[in-house]
């Protein structure tokens, strides 16, 4: 699979030398002093993000363009629809004119938990090189 993300130019209140990992996204400290930024939280996630490139360049993507396996995109899907669901269920419990009691909301934010979490804890991983 193929990854090519840039960081977005979005102002935030976090501290000036924290950042995302180039490849997974998650989030990496500056350190102080000399030398070149840290764009990768670790070195197997420089090294996917090269492959990446390598393999990018062999199918002449695009930085824009993104490989994705079938099977990936389709779990994605399915996850995103669970939460559109529960975003509408929730909605319709919630509804002010039903004036909702404390157990209706702690059941409303479970049930939203765990329609959300999944889709929080998924990373797309990538796929071994194939052999032409």
Known sequence: MTKSLELAGVQT?????SSRCQWCRSPISQRSGAGRPRRFCSQSCRQWDWVARQRANELALSEDELVIARKELDALRDQV???????ADVEADLDPSVDPTTRDFKAA????????????????????????
Request: aromatic residues 6%; proline residues 11%; charged residues 20%.
């Open 109 to 132: 934010l479970k049930w939203l938990l765990q329609a959300a979490k999944p889709l929080a804890q998924d990373q797309l991983h990538p796929s071994p090189s194939r052999a032409a």
């Open 13 to 17: 209140e976090k501290p000036v030398d």
């Open 81 to 87: 629809y669970v939460l559109r669901c529960a975003i």
